[in-house]
């Protein structure tokens, strides 16, 4: 069984993208390369002035099609720092079925120390729903002008997690170092926290399981960004004395699933 714990529909403001829709992300890519099931959530929530706008788009999308509903895993996209962001979680959670919340500090304009952001992480944690992080969207190099220029390391995102240990993390398209001194690792160690294999951090996979253990990483795509096989790759290449069937199956499905209790 494969589970991409990342991926998306929806525009991206400043280049085409093929297989952003949900038709075309199962038929297209799916179907097509063995993929059981995505978590999902809306490209466009990370422009939209007001990010409740893509989560309804991505709540009738996924209910225009009664497979649809058995193939996706919907997270919400939630802006702390904007008008009736309680709410909007609220709705998230009770009327749509999202099953986490992905946050884009960046692209939103806060910091991970902002009141809203950690309170917004603390209810996340008292529903039992995951906090996904992407680390980049898109390499700022060719990217617009009208892009952000900033990307994450990895240590960017050990604050929140030292503020709120006790929530769950998913941390996506790890694209840069992931470097930690001892103290962060230990925080990462510690915490229910998930990897993708989408980030080209991913790299150093084998030493990053020699770190953390393969009850840390999940597979992912980063669709439609980034190609949909490079982060299955990085697992089912793995050398037996790397990460033998078991552990391969654990990052393939068993972590993601005992993660969202689906």
Same mark, same amino acid.
């Given at each position: ?80 720092? %904007? ?128 770190? %953390? ?50």
């Amino acid at each position: 069984m494969l589970i991409d714990s990342n991926a998306y529909i929806g525009h991206w403001p400043f280049r085409y993208r093929r297989f952003n829709t949900c038709k075309a992300l199962l038929d297209e890519r799916m179907e097509k390369f063995g993929v059981d099931v995505s978590v999902i959530s809306n490209l466009d929530g990370i422009y939209y002035k007001n990010t409740q706008k893509a989560n309804e788009e991505l709540y009738r999308e996924i209910n225009s099609e009664q497979r649809f509903k058995d193939r996706f895993i919907p997270f919400a996209i939630i802006n702390p720092i %904007y008008n009736g962001w309680k709410d909007d979680f609220e709705v998230c959670r009770k009327q749509y079925g999202m099953k986490g919340i992905r946050l884009y500090p960046k692209y939103h304009g806060y910091d991970l120390n902002n009141a809203n952001c950690i309170e917004l992480v603390k209810m996340a944690r008292d529903h039992g729903m995951p906090v996904a992080f992407t680390l980049r969207i898109v390499d700022s190099r060719p990217s617009s002008w009208h892009d952000i220029e900033e990307e994450w390391s990895l240590s960017d995102v050990i604050p929140i997690i030292r503020e709120v240990p006790d929530a769950k993390y998913m941390i996506l398209n790890v694209a840069n170092s992931t470097n930690l001194d001892e103290e962060e690792t230990s925080v990462l160690k510690k915490a229910d926290a998930l990897l993708d294999t989408s980030g080209r951090g991913m790299n150093s996979l084998v030493e990053l399981l020699s770190t %953390y253990g393969a009850e840390k990483f999940v597979l992912g795509t980063h669709s439609p960004i980034l190609d949909y096989c490079t982060g299955l790759l990085r697992i089912e290449s793995l050398y037996e004395d790397e990460a033998n069937q078991k552990a391969k199956d654990k990052m393939l499905s068993q972590n993601v699933m005992d993660f969202l209790d689906v």
